[in-house]
C-alpha cells in the first residue's frame, strides 16, 4: 500500500470528508518542501490530539524511510583490535583503554585543583563568548535550505498562476472548513467571501473580481526574489556596522605595604560619587535643552497656525482662556462684607452668622485648637507642661538628662489638623458644586417677565371744559406712580405713617 492510500486512511478516522478532499489535502502535504512545514501544515489541520499526534508521526516516518539507510550514523563504534605482539611495547600511551591500572589510579588520585589559576571577577565578566557549536551551525543550515526551499514553492505558485486560464471557474464553498485557507488572500474584498485553497490564485467564483491584482503578484514576486538572493549569498548583503565596544572602567585599589586600604577605599568612593554627579548633571542639561527644543517648535507651529487669523480674535480667545484658567486654578482671594459681623474674629461664641453648617464645624474646630494652644502655653508657663527628655548614660556610667525643646508634638494636634483638612476640603467642593450650578444658570427673558406685573398708574381727572391749554397738558401727562385708589386715601395713609 502506498503512502497516499494509508494516509487517506488513516485520516478518514479523524475527518468526516470524502476520499477526494482527503487526497488534495494529502497531495498538498507530499507538496511541501520541509518536514517542519508538512507538520505543521496537518497541525494546522488536524489540532493536537493524541491520534492527530499519532497519524502526524507516522506520516513523517513513512516519508523518511527511504531515506534513512543514506544517512550516516553520527556515532561510529570503536572496535578494539588486538596488537599484533602480545609485548606491551606496541601500546598506544596515549589510549586511556591501553594504560595500566597504575596509571589510572595517579589520574583518579590526582587533586581537581591542581591546575586552578587565579581569575579575578572582571576577567570572568569579560570573558568572551564561545562561538556556535557544529551542531547550531549546522542546524541554522538546514533552516536557510528550508527557507529556500519554501520560497521557490511560493514564486512557482505565483508564476503559475500568471498562466492559469481565469474563464475556467473552480467553486469551493466550504469557508476553509474543508480546505486550508488560501492565506495570501483570506476573502474577497469587494464581497467577503471566504476563500479556501483549491479555488487559489483564480479571481472570486461569487463575484468574479481579482483576489490579487497583477501589480501585487509583481510586487511579491519582487520582494521573495531579494529575499532568496540574500538567502544565497550572504556575504553580498551588506552587513550592519559593527559599534566599537566601549571598555568598562576599572579602578584598582593598591593594598601593598604601608598603605593605608581605608584612606584608599575613602578616596576611591569620592572619585564615584564626583563621576554620578556628573553624569546626572549632563543628563539634566540634556533633558533641558530637549524641553527647550520642544517648546520652541512648539511655539513655531503655534505661530504658523495662528498667521491669518484676525488678531482681535486671537486676544479674545487669550482673554477667554485667562478667564477660564482663572476660574478653574485660582483660590478665592476677594470677600465681600455686608455685615458687621463679618468684621468680628470668631472667638467665644461670636462666630459668623451668614456662615454655613460645615463654616461654622471649620471655625469650632479652630477655635478649639488655638484655645488648646493657649492652655499648653499657660502650663508651660506655670511648669505644668509636658516635657521631652533624652537620658545618655556614658561610658563611665554617669547619666545625663537633656530636655528636648520643639519635639512636643501631640497626637491630639494630628487629629484636629485632620479634622480642619477634612471639613475645609467640603466646604471647597461644596463652594465648586455651587459655582457650577450657578454657571450653568442662563438667563430666561419669558421666564423672568412672569414674576413680574405691569405697574398701574392713576391720573389727575380734568374738573373744567373750559381749562386753559397749559392745564390740559398738565393733566394728560402721569405725575408720579400711585397706589390704586383715590388720592384722598393717599393723603390719610402719609398722614397715617
Known sequence: MDLKSSSIKDLKDLLPIDDESLGQMVDNALSLASQTAITEYWLGLLGESP????????????????SAPTQKPKFQSVERTPSPSGSNSGRNVKNPWNQ?????????NKPRLAKNVNTTTSQLLDKPQEKPSKQSAKRDKQRKVDNLKDLDEILKQLEISDGINTDEKVVCNCMATRHPL??????????????????????????????????????IISMLKNEKNQLESPSKTPEPPLVAKTKKKKITVGSGAGVNLWTQQEALFKKLEAEDLKRAELQKKLQKEAKEREEQNRELDFYNSQKGIDPDLLNAQKNLENLLNFQANSAERTKII???????????????????SVEKALQLKKQQKQMRKLEKKQKELTGRGKKVMDMSIGKDGKVVLRERKG???????????????????????TKDKKNEEAFQNVWDFEKD????????YTG???????STKDDELKSSKWERVQLPGETGDLEEILVGL
Open 449 to 456: 417677565k412672569s414674576k413680574w406685573s405691569k405697574p398701574t
Open 100 to 108: 595500566p591500572v597504575a596509571e589510572k589510579q595517579k589520574l583518579i
Open 51 to 66: 491520534d492527530a499526534l499519532d497519524f502526524i508521526g507516522k506520516f513523517t516516518s513513512r516519508l523518511t524511510k527511504p
Open 182 to 219: 488560501f492565506e495570501a488572500a483570506p476573502n474577497c474584498l469587494n464581497c467577503g467571501k471566504i476563500i479556501c485553497v483549491k479555488e487559489g490564485y483564480r479571481p472570486c467564483s461569487f463575484c468574479g473580481k481579482e483576489l490579487i491584482s497583477s501589480q501585487e503578484k509583481q510586487q
Open 338 to 356: 455686608d455685615q458687621a459681623s463679618d468684621f468680628e474674629i470668631p472667638t467665644g461664641s461670636n462666630l459668623n452668622m451668614w456662615s454655613s
Open 460 to 466: 389727575t381727572e380734568v374738573q373744567d371744559e373750559g
Open 407 to 429: 519635639e512636643d508634638h501631640d497626637s491630639e494636634d494630628d487629629e484636629a489638623d485632620e479634622e480642619i483638612k477634612k471639613l475645609e476640603q467640603d466646604l471647597q467642593q
